[in-house]
């Protein structure tokens, strides 16, 4: 089976941060590679790396003979906005006919007079569609998808679905719609601490055999790696605040200060919950017994829990801290 892409030793940097470690891969034609981590582990930054659009710090990365890649950006930047639906699709398909043209916009939810209107009078799931609607008509042989289902109803996801099953290429699929990576994913890529974890399976195989223990040590050192970056920035207020102490209004800055501190009071509890959670199912007595392991089903739920609860308190920080930074400017 021939490779459309490989990348080895791969690494990216940002100043000071790491963002890919020495990562080796390659993409075998055909395949369906679901790539799965953390939020803002570097999935986005990964594809862009293999594409070429940003240098790596290390290692290479190399596009197979004849792969011919289409990337579907987060940002909607290759749907030209001063056009008509009709005029992308038909400049893109010239060989079409009119009722051609209009039942593939129609298969991505655009029909009757619908397909007259400019795409700058879009919204941002109706610009996806049609970004999803180009890339379906490209001479690619290689899609990389960045969470495409973002913004998309369920008609439109279901279209994409269909569109991709069909699809005879390769794909790299970034995303967290697990129904749509269970469909179509037939390998599976995590990111995680940096590196890449290859799982030569489906999706669905992947989450079976990713057992609750295995999935919180994955995950460990990019929580870690966010609070450490949580906690820079905690330091880094507190600086700039007493900098800017002569210039602020002081009934402001403090009802501000007291809101990132309850924020932080918030976050420092459920950090501790997070790591007693994870200790708790990293105890190997834990899975000899039937009990042991119900145990650690209902653990590993409130881990989830608890996970997502931490990162709404770290948004609800970082608010209170973008607050605090505006009224001591």
């Known amino acids: 089976m021939s490779t459309v892409l490989r990348a080895e030793g791969l690494g990216k940097r940002y100043g000071r941060r790491t963002a890919l470690d020495d990562c080796t ?7 369906v590679v679901g790539l799965v981590g953390p939020n803002g582990a570097g999935k986005s930054t990964l594809l862009k790396t293999l594409l070429g659009e940003r240098g790596p710090a290390s290692g290479i990365a190399r596009l197979g003979p004849g792969t011919r890649p289409a990337y579907y950006r987060q940002d909607l930047a290759q749907v030209p906005l001063n056009k008509a639906l009709y005029d992308i699709i ?6 079409w006919e009119r009722r051609v043209v209009q039942g593939h916009l129609g298969r991505f939810g655009f029909s009757g007079d619908e397909v007259q209107r400019r795409a700058d009078t879009l919204s941002g799931g109706e610009r996806a569609r049609v970004a999803l609607a180009m890339m ?3 001479r690619a042989n290689l899609l990389i998808l960045d969470e495409p289902t973002n913004h998309l109803d369920v008609e439109s996801i279901e279209a994409l679905e269909d569109a ?12 967290h719609d697990r129904a749509l990576l269970r469909a179509l994913a037939t390998k599976v890529w995590v990111l995680h601490n940096r590196r890449i974890t290859e799982f030569d399976g489906s999706f669905a195989e992947w989450e079976v055999a990713s057992e609750e223990r295995a999935h919180a040590a994955a995950v460990a050192a990019a929580e870690d790696e966010q609070l450490r970056r949580v906690k820079e920035r905690q330091k880094m207020q507190r600086k700039e605040s007493a900098a800017d102490g002569a210039r602020r209004d002081a009934r402001d800055a403090r009802r501000a200060q007291r809101a990132v501190e309850e924020a932080e009071v918030r976050v420092a509890e459920l950090e501790e919950r997070v790591a007693a959670l994870t200790a708790a199912l990293e105890k190997p007595e834990l899975y000899t017994t039937p009990d ?15 996970k997502r609860q931490l990162d709404a308190a770290l948004e609800t920080w970082t608010r209170a801290t973008e607050e605090a930074e505006r009224v001591t400017a």
């Open 25 to 31: 891969l390659e993409v075998p034609a055909g395949h």
């Open 90 to 95: 038909s400049d893109l398909k010239p060989q």
């Open 136 to 138: 379906m008509l490209s």
């Open 164 to 175: 991709l099953e069909s699809y005879e290429g390769t794909v790299m699929l970034v995303s």
């Open 292 to 306: 042991g392991v119900a145990r650690s089903a209902a653990l590993g739920a409130d881990l989830e829990q608890a």
